[in-house]
């Protein structure tokens, strides 16, 4: 169980991997989660489905190498076991016929939005999809999402591939043109989905983000991935990963992401020590 039967390097720091999971993928739904050990001493880290394959019990996991364990995870290869696989965990994403609906990815947000497009195309919604990175070689699964989509917008920061700039704007200048608009999906870095809130407000769209709160168990017991929402407390894990992006407490949530970060450098180093004394480690901060 859990053996990664594909691996593919999509970038640098971010790899594709399909791992053999037929109760997951069985069951699992657009927007949902898995959280994995790479081995049996190590952190669970969550990780959003990007795909599955429900007749060959697989599921497609991407993911960046910004710590640790994503970097521990980035040394498995094709035929290796991950030590656990528990999924699929959190609400699925309401998928229904409303219309026309946008839905905007960002780095690895791209791989999370992607089957909430196929999904909401598949329901009979014309799908305009936004995709950004800071740089060419950062836009990823552009084939998928070109597929998943009606229409499909790319943007660069630095104008490498696309069209200059950030997906908010391509955004902002749908929401101009069109007033059928109904929803926008929003997932990628905190800032950007809290940006896209702000942009989308003015129009009444609404909206929904996919948060990625530091999680433990996954489960709604460990109050690790708590977040605010109008008020009212939540937990990511159960109640979410999606919500009602105009109802986040973002400054909240944006504190809360970085509350480990003493913890994370150390366990980064201690394993760069011990398996990279050359001191090649990427990890700056
Ligand atoms: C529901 C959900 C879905 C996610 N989906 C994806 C995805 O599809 N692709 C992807 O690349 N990343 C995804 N993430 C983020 C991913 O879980 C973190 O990048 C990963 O846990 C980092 O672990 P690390 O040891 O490599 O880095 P660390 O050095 O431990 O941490 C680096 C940063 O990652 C975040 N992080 C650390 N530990 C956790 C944790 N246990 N849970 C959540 N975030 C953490 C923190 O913001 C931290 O500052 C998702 C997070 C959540 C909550
Ligand atoms: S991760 Fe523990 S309550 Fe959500």
Redesign the pocket.
């Known amino acids: 169980m859990y053996q990664i039967v594909q691996k593919e390097k999509l970038h640098e720091i971010i790899y594709s991997m399909w791992i053999e999971a037929p109760q997951v993928a069985q069951s699992v739904q657009p927007g949902q989660f898995i959280i994995l050990m790479v081995k049996e001493k190590g952190e669970r880290i ?1 990780l959003t489905v990007a795909d599955f394959d429900r007749e060959k019990g697989l599921i497609r996991i991407v993911f960046q190498i910004v710590g640790k364990t994503t970097e521990e995870l980035s040394t498995l290869e094709e035929g290796d076991r991950l030590f656990s696989f528990i999924g699929p965990l959190g609400r699925k994403s309401e998928i229904e016929h409303y219309g026309t609906v946008v839905t905007v990815g960002g780095g690895t947000g791209i791989a999370c939005i992607h089957p909430i497009s196929r999904a909401l195309k598949e329901a009979g919604n014309k799908v305009i999809s936004i995709i950004g990175a800071r740089t060419k070689e950062l836009i990823i699964m552009e084939e998928e999402l070109r597929e998943a989509s009606s229409y499909l917008w790319i943007t660069t920061d630095d104008g490498s591939y696309g069209r200059q700039g950030f997906v908010t704007q391509v955004l902002k200048e749908l929401l101009e043109q069109d007033k059928t608009i109904k929803k926008v999906w929003s997932i990628g870095p905190a800032i950007m989905m809290r940006v896209t809130c702000e942009t989308t407000r003015p129009y009444a769209v609404d909206t929904l983000v996919s948060l990625n ?14 977040v605010t929402m109008g008020g009212e407390t939540k ?4 109640d979410g990963p999606e919500f009602d992006g105009q109802l986040v407490d973002w400054i909240e949530f944006m504190h809360r992401l970085s509350r480990y970060q003493e913890a994370e450098k150390r366990s980064w180093d201690l394993y760069h020590e011990l398996n990279h004394p050359c001191t090649c480690g990427r990890r700056t901060n």
Request: aromatic share 6%.
């Open positions: 969550p709160s530091v999680m433990v168990d996954g489960t709604g017991m460990c109050g690790s991935c708590r937990f990511v894990c159960t």
